[in-house]
Structure formats: structure tokens, C-alpha cells
């Protein structure tokens, strides 16, 4: 396998409202190979999310490199950097990041239409995905505001992965989702690992994730403290 996704010495410092800084992650080195289904776990609070957006691009460490698929999204300027997710990346957000007066159905194409799918394809993409993951005819057409939370968060799903990217990043995905609803997400996410070597890259402290990553990252206090690859 092919690395993928590199990270070298990544540092990210915020400042508080006190004016304190809070390292949030301390010298990260990490390498994730072309096709794999990699959780980052870790107690909140312990760099995950941190790592996670800094690896997709959606924030810049203050100190360090990422280099994608062999490019520095360092270099880039933010319209390249934009370009390139939109081509490359999919993004689950734990808050969804749906837009209110889309409908489901809207929502869930909305990257297909950004990248110039044509209407009868991505529909049919897209209605297929919905199916797959639970939203019926009778939800396609609701805006976020008339959908629970799960049934959100499964429009967010559908979203990032209908474009069969070629690497998807996940934070706390089933975190709204029932234990059932959960397990059928993840159990679509790994087959379309293994049928199509999308990347799949987690940040979850959910049990049934880390059960089926055949990588567990574990972080602590902005550090990679254990890295274990299974079978």
C-alpha cells in the first residue's frame, strides 16, 4: 500500500479566553496508507478532531507539514485547497453542516452538483444511497428542520459518500444514531471500503468503530500514545 495521507510534526496551539495557550496537539507524526479503515480514538479533549481536520485540510497546524496524495496542502492557496476536498475528500461533520433550505435530497447531492454531475445521474445516485441508508421517498423531500437528528446525520452520510471519494473522514459519525442504524452505517462504510479502496479515516469513541478498524490510533493529551493494526 501506498501512503496516502502523511503528517509530519504537527503542532496546533490555541489561545483561551484567559490568554493561555492549550496545545492540542504536540508533535503528531502519522502515515495513512491508501485504503484503509483507521479509527482515532482518545478520550475528549485528547487532539482527535484536532488531527482530523488538520489531515483533511479544514484547519492548519502551527507547525508541521500535510501532504495528501503527494500534495502539500500547505502550499496551496485556499482556493486550490477548496478545489482539491471537493475533487478528492469526503467530510462527515458530527453537526451535520447541512443547509437549512435544501431538502434531504438536495442536501445529499449537493457535492455531485458542485462537481458538474449531471441532474438524472446524481439524483439517481443519490436516491440509491438514501435507500441504502435508511431514508425513504417520504423524508427525500423534508428540509433538516422537519428531520430528527439520526435521520440528519444519515443525509451527511449519504453526502460524503456518494461521490465514492477517494478518502472519507469521519467525526463521531454514529454519535446521533441509534445502535442499529449505527451498525448498518458502519457495516455500508467498510463494504465500500473493501469494494472500491475508499479510505476511510475516523475520529469516534464509539466501541462499535474501533471494533471494526482494522487500525486503532489512540491519542492522549495531543500525543499518539499506541498505533495497532489488525488483520
Known amino acids: 500500500m501506498t501512503e496516502l495521507i502523511e503528517g509530519r510534526g504537527l503542532d496546533k496551539t490555541y489561545v483561551d479566553r484567559d490568554s493561555t495557550p492549550v496545545h492540542a496537539l504536540r508533535g503528531v507524526d502519522i502515515d495513512i496508507s491508501a485504503g484503509e479503515f483507521t479509527?482515532?480514538?482518545g478520550p475528549s479533549g485528547s487532539g482527535?478532531?484536532?488531527l482530523l481536520n488538520m489531515l483533511s485540510g479544514l484547519d492548519t497546524?502551527?507547525?508541521g507539514t500535510v501532504r495528501v496524495n503527494g500534495r502539500d496542502l500547505?502550499?496551496?492557496?485556499?482556493?486550490e485547497l477548496a478545489q482539491f476536498r471537493l475533487e478528492n475528500l469526503g467530510f462527515i461533520f458530527q453537526s451535520y453542516?447541512?443547509?437549512p433550505v435544501l431538502s434531504a435530497e438536495e442536501n445529499a447531492e449537493f457535492t455531485l452538483l458542485l462537481q458538474g454531475v449531471p441532474q438524472e445521474e446524481r439524483r439517481k445516485k443519490v436516491r440509491q444511497q438514501l435507500s441504502t441508508l435508511g431514508i425513504g421517498d417520504d423524508m427525500m423531500q423534508r428540509r433538516p428542520s422537519a428531520l430528527s437528528g439520526g435521520q440528519q446525520q444519515r443525509i451527511a452520510v449519504a453526502r460524503a459518500l456518494v461521490g465514492e471519494p477517494m478518502i472519507v473522514l469521519a467525526d463521531e459519525p454514529t454519535a446521533n444514531l441509534d445502535s442499529e442504524t449505527g451498525a448498518r452505517l458502519l457495516d455500508t462504510m467498510k463494504e465500500m471500503n473493501e469494494r472500491t479502496g475508499i479510505t476511510f479515516l475516523f475520529s469516534?469513541?464509539?466501541p462499535m468503530v474501533?471494533?471494526?478498524?482494522?487500525?486503532?490510533?489512540?491519542?492522549?493529551?495531543g500525543k499518539i500514545v499506541e498505533d495497532t493494526k489488525r488483520a
Open 210 to 221: 474501533m471494533e471494526r478498524a482494522r487500525r486503532l490510533v489512540t491519542m492522549r493529551d
Open 39 to 41: 479509527a482515532l480514538a
Open 204 to 206: 469516534s469513541h464509539d
Open 61 to 63: 497546524p502551527t507547525a
Open 48 to 50: 482527535k478532531t484536532t
Open 74 to 79: 500547505g502550499s496551496m492557496s485556499r482556493n
Open 97 to 99: 453542516n447541512l443547509i
